[in-house]
Nanobody
Framework: VQLQASGGGLVQAGGSLRLSCAAS????????MGWFRQAPGKEREFVSF????????YYADSVKGRFTISRDNVKNTVYLQMNSLKPEDTAIYYC?????????????????WGQGTLVTVSS
């Protein structure tokens, strides 16, 4: 599967962005889907995860209550709605796909990655 992330940009603190991750090559409903981010000088970290059916979602504590992950298996797209953005949310955001359910918070467990989209939050 090929993943294409989009929707990043520059936003002021308190603002919102919606990231999209479009999948091609395989139907999305085969995959667990996740979002990660990597800030300059830091390791890639888990942001959110959604099960194949969309019935279960998981979030990092740092984004819980502000970010919402969703998926449209007909459109082959996963979304990350980000509200109440903070300067510390500044990072490159990556979507990821996995055929199996595993340690979803660990980047090394994910099989497929998109190219990333930059989110910059100004104070």
């Amino acid at each position: 599967v090929q993943l294409q992330a989009s929707g990043g940009g520059l936003v002021q603190a308190g603002g919102s962005l919606r990231l999209s991750c479009a999948a091609s090559g395989r139907t999305l409903n085969r995959y667990e889907m996740g979002w990660f981010r990597q800030a300059p000088g830091k390791e890639r970290e888990f942001v959110s995860f959604i099960r194949r059916s969309g019935g279960r979602t998981y979030y990092a504590d740092s984004v819980k209550g502000r970010f919402t992950i969703s998926r449209d298996n007909v459109k082959n797209t996963v979304y990350l709605q980000m509200n109440s953005l903070k300067p510390e949310d500044t990072a490159i955001y990556y979507c990821a796909a996995n055929l199996v359910y595993s340690d979803y918070a660990s980047p090394t467990e994910w099989q497929y990655w998109g190219q990333g989209t930059l989110v910059t939050v100004s104070s």
